[in-house]
Antibody
């Protein structure tokens, strides 16, 4: 059974760093892209970026380039999203999602349960 | 890279059909046939309901269908049921090799 299990809710102060995780199981981690999606309170979904764990090829939305870092650890089948200096505007729910298999698939078929990040002084 | 344009809300009575539009540009919706749709109930993660414009994943009701014309993709839900009340998001792959979501549409079943 494919599963994406995200780390728990986090509360941080502005300027602090943070790394949240998305632990996968039930499939070959290195063979599928993993994306990250932001949902600010009461707002819509925003595509942030994606990583291919097989070779760490990573792409970012222009809106998030330089603001976050996406990484993956093949040894633990886990993808990460990190910030070096959080802002209050980073307060949101963050989802990881698996891209379907193959070069001609452009949808996200399995999703994590979400990680709520709250940034407040 | 701007979000795709969706109506903020739509509504319909049980048994009726509704259609949600998703307008992009010739660099995303209009370029590829890779549009997908996601359903999100309050407090839940999104769920894939349509991919590649009109294909349904296994287990998704055939009351959900997708189509496209030019730069506009559409999701139609027929035979509306109370459980269909949710937020719906379109998503498209772009010529920049990134993805973009629509702003989301809240469906109310009257």
């Amino acid at each position: 059974e494919v599963q994406l299990v995200q780390s728990g809710a986090e509360v941080r102060k502005p300027g602090e760093s943070l790394k949240i995780s998305c632990k996968t199981s039930g499939y070959s981690f290195t063979g599928y892209w993993i994306g990250w999606v932001r949902q600010m309170p009461g707002k819509g979904l925003e595509w942030m970026g994606i990583i291919y764990p097989g070779d760490s090829d990573t792409r970012y939305s222009p809106s998030f380039q330089g603001q976050v870092t996406i990484s993956a650890d093949k040894s633990t089948s886990t993808a990460y999203l990190q910030w070096s200096s959080l802002k209050a505007s980073d307060t949101a729910m963050y989802y990881c999602a698996r891209r379907g298999f193959g070069a001609r698939t452009f949808f996200f078929d399995f999703w994590g349960q979400g990680t709520l990040v709250t940034v407040s002084s | 890279q701007s979000a795709l344009t969706q109506p903020a809300s739509v509504s319909g009575s049980p048994g009726q059909s509704i259609t949600i539009s998703c307008t992009g540009t010739s660099s995303d919706v209009g370029y590829y046939n890779y549009d997908s749709w996601y359903q999100q109930h309050p407090g839940k993660a999104p769920k894939l309901i349509i991919y590649d414009v009109s294909r349904r994943p296994s287990g998704v009701s055939n009351r959900f269908s997708g189509s496209k014309s030019g730069n506009t993709a559409s999701l139609t839900i027929s035979g509306l049921q109370a459980e269909d009340e949710a937020d719906y998001y379109c998503n498209s792959y772009t010529t920049s090799r990134t993805w973009v979501f629509g702003g989301g549409t809240k469906l109310t079943v009257l």
